[in-house]
């Protein structure tokens, strides 16, 4: 992979897209991942962007996770991540989700706790108040920080120095 | 490992559960399997929904969260994904709240079992959230049979109102309602925008009335302007009705002109069980509203709703009363339209009988004097609505002589023209067989007066001019005298009437006048009162001197161009304004060899 320029301090530099798509699904499976080539894949259900300082930005596309297949998908993709990517530094963008039940929760902790083997964190952002409500009740929210917006979840890893972490 | 709860709380109990209150909606049995769950969560969403338990976009969440949890733990718990276990839901609702009840075919389990949820070691535990999620968003939560039977409940969301103002003040109304009828309402009003038909529009109007105030009939009344009777212009589920002024409540409503709300109209005095007998409906509710014309001065119908069958059971409330108003307005406005329309396309055609009238009566003048060596002769008639009163003629008499006449009918317009069209006919025919003009006037009038009321009368001057001995005779019922003039002569002749007005009394006797010789230079002006009392501005009569003045300053011209200058000095008269009486002038001009 190219290295790319040093960005002037201060300059925003454009975040890489890294759609599980095609190319950018071959990559993420090179360390080992269970997609299988062609065939009947289905479409992605994640999408990830990784920020300038390696913050990964995960946004779940469906917008009602229903689906025992679907969740269970959703979940494995995100656990390899951090797995198999080296994401430590996430953000989760709940932004498209309108409805889940604790079978998603389940893989929420599941990541939650990987990252945190691997001293990062994961962040939360963009919550629905119903859902807000979920983590409320079942105290998610304790460890989970939840942001508004994207930019306040991602400007949070910067405050909190987790610069050593960069490579 | 998990911290267990050790808290009992009495969530399961071991005996059958209750029977959930309100009406069952939704009853199905499926095989333990990812996807018939899946298929029946959403039949069960759907059928909460249509039942109006979901109304509210809060309640949304909370029940799919709720019954997805408790369908997936009787499916993976209950049946461990075994799809010979029949899983069987049944939801009810009773309007203030929803219900469902999951029996699984499995063991159930214990409450201790579940794992406690305060306790933060188990924060980070995969599993056992389901059981907390329901707990805290149903109203009730509780486990039968062991655990194998689930029953949960929630009340309805409070739906968010808004205030609408009515002339009895302000009302506080579900703002999901309050959209959905202001849809309606826009939509009725698009609908009727497109609409010209006066029955197609009020069709509409009775079927938006039906669906907004959720009524099962609508009917709208008209009243009847001659009667005061009430009839059903348009009305659902029945043919016309008519029942006399006041009665029954549309009479009542028509009457007062206010609205009524009768809850139950058998209960009601004022209520007429004629129509439910012939019509095989009953009556439950009555909502009535008063059709107003535009200026709200006068009722011109009753608009009238039947039953409300709202989903939720509820009745007509002061909310309906002020939609009925909306509806009652528009077809108040609707009624009064058609009626204007209705006016002026009657006009239009009185106007087009009118015109066609003139054109006939127009045709009945003659174009031009017959060829008389040595007599010029030139008339004309303006009437002063479409249709003249006066008329001219002329008429050749036995034995040769010329009959030129002038007649004026009492009062002008369509009316006075038929009498002059009989009058003309009747003096034709006499003419065939007199020559004497007071012989002809008297048959007329025995005839006239057998047609006419009394009320209507003529008078009339025939004037003989006779070629044979160059004289001329006349008779004239009662008519303004023509003027004969003479240049060489001193003064003005007048031809003063001979006889009674035509068509009041039979057998009136009538005489001739004359001969008188006539002479080179002679003119005669036959002409009715319209000429000389036409007005000006100052309301001055043109006056019979001003005609002499015509006659007197143009005789050496002809009769066309002496006939030209009276007119023509009558309408400077009058400045152009149109005459309020039928003006009728003939001309007659003595040449050589008369």
């Known amino acids: 992979m190219p290295t790319p320029a040093m960005p002037a301090p201060g300059a925003p530099q454009p975040p890489r897209k890294i759609s599980l798509g095609e190319g950018a699904a071959g990559m993420l499976s090179s360390g080992g991942g269970g997609r299988p080539a062609g065939g009947s894949r289905v479409p992605p259900k994640i999408q990830v962007m990784v920020q300038p300082d390696q913050v990964a930005v995960v946004t779940i596309l469906d917008s009602a996770i229903l689906d025992e297949n679907n969740i269970n998908e959703i979940g494995r993709q995100m656990l390899d991540l951090v797995t198999k990517q080296y994401m430590v530094k996430m953000v989760l963008d709940l932004g498209e989700v309108k409805y889940l039940s604790s079978a998603v929760l389940r893989h929420f902790i599941a990541l939650y706790k990987a990252i945190k083997t691997e001293k990062g964190d994961l962040k939360l952002c963009r919550v629905r108040p119903e859902i807000r409500e979920v983590f409320k009740i079942t105290q998610l929210d304790k460890m989970m920080e939840i942001h508004p917006d994207l930019v306040s979840a991602v400007n949070a890893f910067k405050k909190k120095g987790w610069g050593f972490l960069q490579r | ?594």
């Open chain 2, 1 to 594: 490992m998990r911290k267990k709860s050790g808290r009992r709380t009495n969530l399961v109990q071991p005996g059958e559960p209750p029977e959930p209150p309100g009406r069952r909606i939704f009853e199905f049995e499926f095989p333990a399997a990812t996807e018939a769950k899946n298929e029946t969560l959403e039949a069960l969403l759907k059928a909460l929904e249509d039942s109006g338990a979901l109304a509210q976009e809060a309640d949304l969440f909370p029940a799919r969260l709720c019954l997805d949890e408790a369908l997936i733990n009787a499916v993976m718990h209950g049946s461990q994904y075994d799809s010979a276990k029949q899983v069987r839901v049944r939801a009810y609702s009773d309007g203030a709240s929803w219900s469902v009840v999951i029996e699984d075919q499995g063991p159930g389990f214990k409450e201790e079992d579940l794992p406690d949820p305060d306790a933060d070691e188990n924060l980070l535990e995969e599993s056992g959230r389901g059981v907390l999620l329901m707990r805290r968003f149903m109203g009730k939560l509780a486990y039968y049979r062991g655990g194998a039977c689930v029953v949960m409940s929630r009340a309805l969301t409070a739906p968010r109102t808004t205030s609408v103002r009515t002339r009895k003040g302000t009302l506080r109304v579900p703002l999901t309602r309050r959209v959905r009828d202001l849809e309606a309402i826009l939509e009725i009003t698009r609908a009727m925008a497109a609409e010209t038909d006066l029955t197609r529009l009020l069709i509409l109007l009775a079927k938006a009335s039906s669906k907004v105030l959720q009524a099962e009939r609508t009917s709208i009344w008209v009243v009847d302007p001659r009667t005061g009777e009430l009839f059903t212009r348009v009305a659902e589920g029945t043919d016309g009705i008519r029942i006399p002024a006041g009665a029954g409540i549309v009479g009542a409503v028509a009457a007062a002109g206010e609205p009524l709300l009768i809850p139950d109209a058998y209960a009601d005095a004022r209520f007429n069980p004629a129509v439910d007998k012939k019509t095989g409906f009953t009556t439950r509710e009555i909502l009535c509203h008063p059709l107003k014309n535009a200026d709200g001065a006068r009722v011109v119908g009753v608009l009238q709703a039947l039953n409300k069958s709202a989903p939720d059971g509820s009745a007509f409330d002061a909310y309906d009363q002020e939609l009925a108003g909306v509806f009652a307005a528009q077809a108040g406005v609707v009624l009064e339209e058609a009626a204007l329309r209705e006016m002026a396309e009657s006009q239009k055609r009185m106007q087009a009988e009118m015109d066609l009238a003139r054109t006939i009566q127009q045709g009945l003048l003659p174009k031009s004097a017959p060829e008389i060596k040595g007599l010029d002769i030139a008339g004309a008639t303006r009437p002063a609505t479409e249709c003249s009163g006066d008329y001219f003629d002329y008429v050749m008499l036995p034995g040769g002589a010329l009959g030129a006449l002038v007649a004026d009918v009492t009062g002008h317009g369509l009316g006075a023209a038929l009498i002059m069209t009989g009058a003309r006919a009747c003096v034709r025919s006499l003419c065939t067989a007199a020559s004497d003009p007071a012989q002809v006037l008297s048959a007329a009038n025995n005839m006239l007066a057998k047609d006419l009321d009394g009320g209507n009368f003529l008078s009339l001057c025939l004037t003989v001019l006779d070629p044979r001995d160059g004289t001329l005779r006349y008779s004239s019922a009662g008519h303004d005298p023509p003027l004969f003039y003479r240049p060489s002569a001193p003064d003005f002749m007048e031809l003063d009437s001979t006889g009674p007005l035509l068509g009041i009394v039979e057998n009136m006797a009538f005489h001739a006048a004359g001969p008188f010789k006539l002479q080179s230079g002679d003119v005669l002006l036959l002409m009715t009162d319209g000429l000389f009392e036409c007005m000006n501005a100052a309301e001055e009569t043109f006056g019979k001197e001003r005609i002499k003045e015509i006659l007197k300053l143009n005789r050496e011209r002809n009769a066309q161009e002496i006939l030209a200058a009276l007119l023509a000095a009558a309408d400077i008269w009058t400045g152009g304004q149109p005459p309020r009486d039928d003006i009728t002038a003939v001309v007659v001009k003595v040449g050589d060899g008369f």
